[in-house]
């Protein structure tokens, strides 16, 4: 394996993890956005208010994306599997 062999191989799986990653953040990350202004507008302050929301959004954006990020893992193992020969000679 030459570095250039491995620098692209991490650079694969560090884009498909930070791919999955985001699917995952931002729509938690928005929600929570929203529940903050909401409760400076209000004058809530109560730490729990966001917790419940974040994680609903959490839960549905893994049921949503769960299919896509299969399909992202399987062809990532698949490009492995077919670069094996590269990697071990």
């Not at 062999?5 to 993890?17: G, K, N």
């Not at 995952?24 to 903050?36: D, E, K, Q, T, Y």
């Not at 549905?60 to 990697?87: G, K």
Request: hydrophobic share 65%; charged share 10%; glycine share 2%.
């Amino acid at each position: 394996m030459t570095p250039e062999m491995f620098v692209e191989l991490f650079r694969d799986a560090l884009w498909m993890v930070l791919i999955m990653v985001c699917a995952i953040i931002i729509p938690s990350l928005l929600i929570g956005l929203v529940v903050a202004i909401f409760q400076a507008a209000t004058s809530i302050n109560e730490q729990t208010l966001s917790f419940l929301p974040r994680l609903i959004v959490t839960l549905l954006a893994l049921m949503l994306f769960a299919h896509w990020m299969t399909q992202l893992l399987m062809e990532f193992f698949f490009s492995m599997v077919e670069r094996m020969p590269q990697v071990l000679y």
